[in-house]
């Protein structure tokens, strides 16, 4: 691949994954994809995993783009889950690695309890066919709703959530999950600054939505997610509001997990400018 043009303006995208998580791309294409689409600045943010960063620094070495290793931990705050993504994350951190391989201990028994509900459901094979799909990487969801739409029980990944994999659903297992501070805790002592990932999907009232906030800066949080890959601008604007409120930095990032899905690498809407962009807490 060519080097970068230096003159072109720097363009972030600071979430995507990969396979070594729910992504369809390996580390290696995820990186390439993102310099043809001429992203500049690249964080691989993995579902509860670091095992696709090494090989997405290869890659992003040979293409003079610069990835920010990253991570996406899931945590729970009043028995909800939320996401939250680490950037500039030291990875070989013990806390932080140890905490990668207890959350793949429960990944796999969650899937475990899911492919069960699913066999009741007249639906088998289910763990063996996601286990497969996921090779080295964590197991998601994603994958049964991919194991869903192939078996032609369902006909999109949507339609899996909606009729077996979502809350209150007959394969849905709920998952106790790190606490918030915890998780922060792991990003902020790598070295990392932690990001509340696409806020507005948890669907919570303006109370609520303060009350997190106001948790996730007390445990340390700098970042929440203004622009992702599904936004609109009154969706931004009312993010950017909380950012600006809250006293925290704007992050941006696609979510991108494949090229079939509509969400495209680095095509982002800007960032507003009255806030400061995350990237600027980044060593």
């Given at each position: ?6 003159s072109?303006?720097?363009?972030y ?13 390996s ?7 993102a ?6 600045d690249?964080a ?7 095992a ?28 909800q ?6 950037l ?19 990944r ?12 009741k ?5 289910a763990l ?10 964590m197991?998601t ?8 739409v ?7 990944q ?5 009729r ?8 849905y297992v ?16 790598s070295?990392?600054v932690?990001?509340l990932?696409h ?5 919570l009232?303006?109370n ?8 996730f800066?007390?445990a ?8 992702t ?8 604007s ?15 990032g ?23 962009p ?5 060593n």
């Amino acid at each position: 691949m060519p080097e970068p043009d230096p003159s072109k303006p720097q363009i972030y995208d600071l979430h995507c994954h990969s396979t070594a998580s729910d992504g369809a791309l390996s580390p290696t294409a995820v990186v390439q994809r993102a310099y043809e689409r001429g992203v500049t600045d690249l964080a691989l943010t993995d579902h509860d995993t670091t095992a696709g960063l090494a090989e997405a620094e290869r890659c992003a070495a040979t293409a003079g783009i610069t990835l920010i290793p990253g991570i996406e931990l899931s945590a729970q705050w009043r028995h909800q889950c939320f996401h939250i993504v680490g950037l500039g994350i030291n990875s070989a951190y013990p806390p932080l690695a140890d905490a990668t391989q207890r959350l793949q201990n429960t990944r796999m028994d969650r899937a475990e309890r899911i492919a069960d509900k699913l066999e009741k459901k007249r639906i088998p094979g289910a763990l063996a066919a996601v286990m497969a799909a996921a090779g080295d990487g964590m197991i998601t969801r994603s994958h049964f709703a991919d194991f869903l739409v192939a078996g032609h029980h369902v006909n999109s990944q949507q339609e899996a959530f909606d009729r077996y994999l979502a809350k209150g659903k007959p394969a849905y297992v709920s998952t106790a999950w790190a606490e918030l501070v915890e998780a922060v805790g792991w990003i902020t002592q790598s070295g990392g600054v932690a990001v509340l990932a696409h806020p507005l999907r948890y669907k919570l009232s303006a109370n609520q939505m303060r009350l997190l906030l106001t948790a996730f800066k007390d445990a340390g949080g700098q970042g929440i997610e203004v622009v992702t890959g599904r936004t609109n601008p009154d969706e931004i604007s009312r993010v950017c509001q909380y950012a600006k409120n809250f006293g925290l930095s704007g992050s941006m990032g696609s979510d991108f997990h494949g090229p079939d899905q509509w969400v495209e690498l680095g095509r982002l809407m800007a960032l507003p400018p009255q806030i400061q962009p995350v990237w600027q807490l980044l060593n």
